[in-house]
């Protein structure tokens, strides 16, 4: 199973696909903008009267809470679709690199098949050519 995320983005017929590091930074930048949301509700609750955010009253400070609680599931539910991306990446990579060694090993055996095909040898006592694993020749029957 294969956790690439694929999101429409740009229009009809324009995918982004986001790879683990991706959804791991963004995930980080959403825990971030969580603790920045919650230091502003804090802020506004305790400001004194020359700080910036003493104008803000309880329902923007609640506001920025919730915004900052929902900043934080987001970013959480972002690291750890990361990690999930990041296994089925390793899965992906082990599975291509098992079939490329089965294509591999299918060449190698392809090529060896070719080779003894055009290995003969020949009768001492007639000079005719047999093929490699031929134990009589074929033309007189004699022990090669």
């Given at each position: 199973?294969?956790?690439?995320?694929?999101?429409?983005?740009?229009?009809?017929?324009?995918?982004?696909?986001w790879n683990?590091?991706?959804?791991?930074?963004?995930?980080?930048?959403?825990?971030?903008?969580?603790?920045?949301?919650?230091?502003?509700?804090?802020?506004?609750?305790?400001?004194?009267?020359?700080?910036?955010?003493?104008?803000?009253d309880n329902?923007?400070?609640?506001?920025?809470?919730?915004?900052?609680?929902?900043?934080?599931?987001?970013?959480?539910?972002?690291?750890?679709?990361?990690?999930?991306?990041?296994?089925?990446?390793?899965?992906?990579?082990?599975?291509?690199?098992?079939?490329?060694?089965?294509?591999?090993?299918?060449?190698v055996q392809?090529?060896?098949?070719?080779?003894?095909?055009?290995?003969?040898?020949?009768?001492?006592?007639?000079?005719?050519?047999?093929?490699?694993?031929?134990?009589?020749?074929?033309?007189?029957?004699?022990?090669?």
């Open positions: 199973m294969d956790f690439t995320v694929t999101i429409p983005l740009g229009g009809p017929g324009r995918r982004s696909e683990s590091t991706s959804v791991l930074v963004y995930g980080i930048l959403s825990i971030g903008g969580a603790i920045f949301a919650f230091a502003v509700s804090a802020t506004s609750r305790n400001a004194d009267p020359n700080d910036f955010f003493y104008d803000f329902e923007t400070s609640t506001i920025f809470a919730v915004v900052g609680m929902i900043s934080l599931i987001i970013g959480v539910v972002f690291v750890v679709l990361s990690f999930r991306l990041k296994e089925g990446e390793a899965r992906r990579l082990e599975s291509q690199a098992r079939a490329e060694e089965a294509e591999r090993e299918k060449n392809d090529i060896a098949k070719a080779i003894r095909s055009n290995i003969k040898i020949r009768c001492r006592y007639c000079g005719t050519l047999n093929e490699e694993d031929a134990s009589k020749c074929s033309s007189c029957g004699a022990t090669l």
